[in-house]
C-alpha cells in the first residue's frame, strides 16, 4: 500500500520517500532505468529492515496510531461475509464510535463489535477518534447478550485511545457502562475472541477484551492509560512520552510474556499499514484457531477458562515479616 508522504511517520519518511522516487521512475516511459531502479529497491529493502528491526516503544505507539492503519471495518469488510450492522443502544443513541453487527466469518455466523476510528478529519469527527461514550458500549453490551442468546461466537476489535472523557459521558454513566461489560463478558456461554488492531487504551479497550483468547497485532499497544497521560502524572512534564512509554510495558512482546496478551500477530514488513490485505488474512487465521480450540469446549469449561485466565495474569508476593 502506498503512503502519502503527509501520513509518514518522522521514522519511516526516509523510506516513503525512497519509495515515493522508485515509484516515479518507473512511471518514465523512458527505457535505460532498470537496473537504477533495481539499485534503489535494494536499497528501499535494506533501510526498511534497518528501520523495523529495533523500533523503541515510543514509535511503536506511533505505529499504533498510524493514520493508514487498518480499522475494524476495513477487517470486516476482508474478513466476513453478510455483514448486517446493528445500530443504537436502545437507551440513548447510536455511537459512531462503536461498530457491531451479524456476520459470516468463514462458515460461521458471528457477532463482530469493535472501535472504529476515522479517515480524515470529518471522518474522525463523526467516529469521536474512537473514543466510545457509554451509548457505544451499551451498544456492545446488547449485542454480546444477544450473541450469547443466540449462542453465536463473539469477535472483537480493539482500538481506541479509551473511553471518552468528556462530561456529557461522565452524566450518562461511562464507568457504569463500561463496568456492565465487563461483568457480561465474564460470565459469557460462547467463545469470545478479541484482537488489538491498534490502540489498546486503558477502560474503553478493556470493555471488549475480556476474553477466551486476547490475539494483538506486533505493532499495538495496550495499556491502563496512554504514554502522554502517564508522563502528565508520574512526571509533570508531557516532553517525558518516551520514557513513560518504555517504562509501561505496552508492546505486544512486553504483554505476552507477562502473560496479558494470549497471540502476537505478525505483521508486514513496515506495518499493518502497508498491506491491508495481508495483515487482514493473518488476522483472520489466527482468530480461526483460536475459535477451533475453543468452540469445542462446553459452556462452563469457557467461563471457568476464561476465570483462571484472568486470575494468573500478574505477579505477586508477600513481604516478610518487620
Not at 493514520?67 to 453478510?82: A, F, H, K, M, N
Not at 508486514?268 to 477451533?292: C, T
Request: aromatic letters at 6%.
Amino acid at each position: 500500500m502506498a503512503l502519502d508522504p503527509p501520513q509518514a511517520l518522522d521514522f519511516e519518511r526516509p523510506l516513503v520517500e525512497l519509495e515515493q522516487r522508485i515509484a516515479e521512475l518507473k512511471s518514465v516511459e523512458a527505457g535505460g532505468l532498470d537496473r537504477e531502479i533495481e539499485r534503489l529497491e535494494r536499497k528501499a529493502k535494506q533501510l526498511l529492515e534497518e528501520i523495523f528491526s529495533d523500533l523503541s516503544p515510543w514509535q511503536v505507539v506511533q505505529l499504533s496510531r498510524h493514520p493508514g492503519r487498518p480499522s475494524t471495518l476495513d477487517y470486516i469488510g476482508r474478513l466476513t461475509e453478510d455483514f448486517v450492522e446493528l445500530r443504537g443502544d436502545r437507551c440513548f443513541r447510536n455511537d459512531e464510535a462503536m461498530v457491531g453487527g451479524l456476520a459470516r466469518f468463514r462458515g460461521r455466523t458471528v457477532m463482530v463489535i469493535g472501535h472504529q476510528k476515522g479517515r480524515g478529519t470529518k471522518d474522525n469527527l463523526r467516529r469521536n477518534f474512537g473514543m466510545a461514550r457509554p451509548e457505544g458500549y451499551r451498544k456492545a453490551h446488547r449485542l454480546m447478550a444477544l450473541a450469547n442468546r443466540l449462542q453465536y461466537p463473539i469477535l472483537t476489535f480493539v482500538d481506541t485511545p479509551g473511553a471518552f472523557p468528556g462530561i456529557d459521558a461522565e452524566e450518562r454513566g461511562q464507568a457504569e457502562a463500561i463496568a456492565r461489560n465487563l461483568e457480561l463478558m465474564a460470565t459469557l456461554d460462547v467463545p469470545v475472541v478479541a484482537t488489538v488492531i491498534g490502540e489498546g487504551g486503558s477502560g474503553g479497550a478493556l470493555a471488549l477484551s475480556v476474553a477466551d483468547r486476547i490475539l494483538m497485532l506486533e505493532y499495538s499497544i495496550y495499556a491502563v492509560i496512554s504514554p502522554e497521560g502517564c508522563a502528565s502524572i508520574l512526571w509533570r512534564d508531557g516532553a517525558a512520552v518516551e520514557k513513560a512509554a518504555a517504562a509501561m510495558k505496552l508492546r505486544s512482546a512486553d504483554l505476552q510474556a507477562l502473560g496479558v496478551i494470549d497471540q502476537i500477530i505478525t505483521e508486514p514488513a513496515g506495518g499493518a499499514h502497508r498491506d491491508h490485505d495481508r495483515i487482514a488474512q493473518s488476522v483472520g487465521d489466527a482468530i480461526d484457531r483460536a475459535l477451533a480450540e475453543i468452540v469445542p469446549l462446553s459452556a462452563d469449561d469457557r467461563r471457568e477458562s476464561r476465570y483462571q485466565k484472568f486470575r494468573r495474569i500478574g505477579v505477586f508476593g508477600e513481604s516478610s515479616p518487620l
